[in-house]
């Protein structure tokens, strides 16, 4: 009898503990997020490489239980080296963005999944082109520009502070950027995505979220 007792107690401790936990935001929370995205390659035979990573961080505020608001960044590089005749070549792109962006979450699906909709607008700077061939070194076109976008997203809650993140796509998207030369012309871009419920694993960015 004595064991069942201690059995039952601590059963139904593990069950109120589970019980307890409360997944999700409200208002006061910070939240700090990134996604990162990274690849190298190397062929031995031509001794060509490539690397590549972006590296996107978040920091949000909730002004509501759904709402949040916040601040993120963006840095990116992109290299390639490459051998013709003895003679090494490398080709770098780099990028640095800064922005806001406002999040509304507006659906649950069970007590861990969180799903929003999210708007963003920020600024970015790239410098494009920049190559070395020997000891020759030719200078990056620069350009300079600002974007908006709307998109969904999710977290998945694996604990009561930390839940994974899914930038699925962006549903509505604009970009301008113009050479940072004088006269320059800006270019502009607008994307829509409205077959994005049916293939956004396609274009899904993951990352961890950490709850304060």
């Given at each position: 009898?004595?064991?069942?007792?201690?059995?039952?107690?601590?059963?139904?401790?593990?069950?109120?503990?589970?019980?307890?936990?409360?997944?999700?935001?409200?208002?006061?929370?910070?939240?700090?997020?990134?996604?990162?995205?990274?690849?190298?390659?190397?062929?031995?035979?031509?001794?060509?490489?490539?690397?590549?990573?972006?590296?996107?961080?978040?920091?949000?505020?909730?002004?509501?239980?759904?709402?949040?608001?916040?601040?993120?960044?963006?840095?990116?590089?992109?290299?390639?080296?490459t051998?013709?005749?003895?003679?090494?070549?490398?080709?770098?792109?780099?990028n640095?963005?800064?922005?806001?962006?406002?999040?509304?979450?507006?659906l649950?699906?069970?007590?861990?999944?969180?799903?929003?909709?999210?708007?963003?607008?920020?600024?970015?700077?790239?410098?494009?082109?920049?190559?070395?061939?020997?000891?020759?070194?030719?200078?990056?076109?620069?350009?300079?520009?600002?974007?908006?976008?709307?998109?969904?997203?999710?977290?998945?809650?694996?604990?009561?502070?930390?839940?994974?993140?899914?930038?699925?796509?962006?549903?509505?998207?604009?970009?301008s950027?113009?050479?940072?030369?004088?006269?320059a012309?800006?270019?502009?871009?607008?994307?829509?995505?409205?077959?994005?419920?049916n293939?956004?694993?396609?274009?899904?960015?993951?990352?961890?979220?950490?709850?304060?």
């Amino acid at each position: 009898m004595k064991k069942f007792l201690l059995t039952l107690t601590a059963v139904a401790g593990l069950t109120a503990a589970s019980q307890a936990q409360e997944f999700g935001f409200e208002k006061g929370n910070f939240i700090v997020e990134g996604n990162f995205q990274s690849s190298n390659t190397n062929d031995k035979g031509t001794k060509a490489k490539t690397s590549e990573f972006n590296f996107n961080p978040k920091a949000g505020y909730f002004v509501t239980d759904k709402i949040a608001v916040g601040v993120d960044f963006g840095f990116g590089q992109d290299k390639k080296t490459t051998y013709a005749a003895d003679i090494k070549t490398v080709a770098t792109d780099k990028n640095f963005g800064v922005g806001a962006f406002g999040r509304y979450y507006f659906l649950e699906v069970g007590s861990r999944f969180k799903t929003y909709t999210e708007v963003g607008v920020g600024y970015m700077n790239e410098k494009v082109g920049e190559k070395k061939v020997g000891d020759v070194k030719t200078d990056a076109a620069k350009f300079n520009g600002f974007g908006a976008n709307a998109g969904i997203g999710a977290n998945f809650f694996l604990t009561e502070k930390i839940a994974v993140n899914f930038a699925f796509a962006d549903v509505v998207s604009f970009g301008s950027r113009k050479a940072d030369v004088d006269g320059a012309k800006a270019e502009t871009e607008f994307n829509t995505n409205v077959n994005v419920f049916n293939n956004f694993f396609n274009t899904a960015k993951f990352g961890l979220t950490f709850k304060f």
